[in-house]
Each structure stands twice: as C-alpha cells, then as structure tokens.
C-alpha cells in the first residue's frame, strides 16, 4: 500500500504562487506515473497536470503555461509549481499514483491523497 500526502495549500491573491508538495510513502514513487486534479465545489474533477517516470510532462488546457509539474524520486515527492494564480484556481488539489499513465491522464489512479485546499482571492 502507498499512502499519498498533499500540502502547500493556501490563501493567496490573484497573480501569487504556490508550490504543492506531494509525498509517497510505503513504495518507491520511482514506479508510478504522478497526477495532480483540482476540484471545486459543484464541478466535475478536473485534470491538472501530470509527469511519467520518463519525465513527459502534460497539462490541463486551462493552465496555459502558468504551471509546471516536476519530481524528485529520491525524496518520494512531487510538485506542483503554480504561477500567476487566478480566482478561477481555486479548488481542491489532489495528487494520484499510477503505473499506467494513460490510464491516469483519464482520472484511473490506485492511489489518491486527501487534497490540500487552494484559495485565490481577487
């Protein structure tokens, strides 16, 4: 089993940044694919970003190159460098694992965290 662990959540302003964590534990992150998804309340999940163990990176259309998704294998972790934030990002955030990256591109994931709650203001 592999727990998953967000944080770096916030309150911010329109046009600050964040940076989102995302820790593995019990499984070496090194074999899965990572995933972030943001959901906010009454929409439907919505996909964020995502990097391979090959380190192809994708994003979601509405990031428009304000974001970059990035890992480091040795500390079990994730990123999620957010730039430029607008109201419109808030949301929660939510990292998943995966062996199989087209799979989790389409929101299939083993394993998911428990989000870490993002909040832009105007």
């Known amino acids: 089993q592999v727990d998953v662990m967000e944080s770096g959540g916030g309150l911010v302003q329109a046009g600050d940044s964040l940076r989102l964590s995302c820790v593995a534990s019990g499984r070496s992150l090194s074999r899965y694919a990572v995933a972030w998804f943001r959901q906010a309340p009454g929409k439907e999940r919505e996909f964020v970003a995502m990097?391979?163990?090959?380190?192809?990176?994708e994003y979601g259309e509405f990031v428009r190159g304000r974001f970059t998704i990035s890992r480091d294998n040795d500390k079990n972790t994730a990123f999620l460098q957010m730039n430029s934030l607008e109201p419109e990002d808030t949301a929660i955030y939510s990292c998943?694992?995966?062996?199989?990256?087209?799979?989790?591109?389409?929101?299939?994931?083993?394993?998911w965290g428990r989000g870490t709650q993002v909040t832009v203001s105007a």
């Open positions: 998943a694992l995966e062996f199989n990256d087209y799979a989790l591109r389409k929101g299939g994931a083993t394993y």
């Open positions: 990097i391979t163990m090959n380190l192809k990176a």
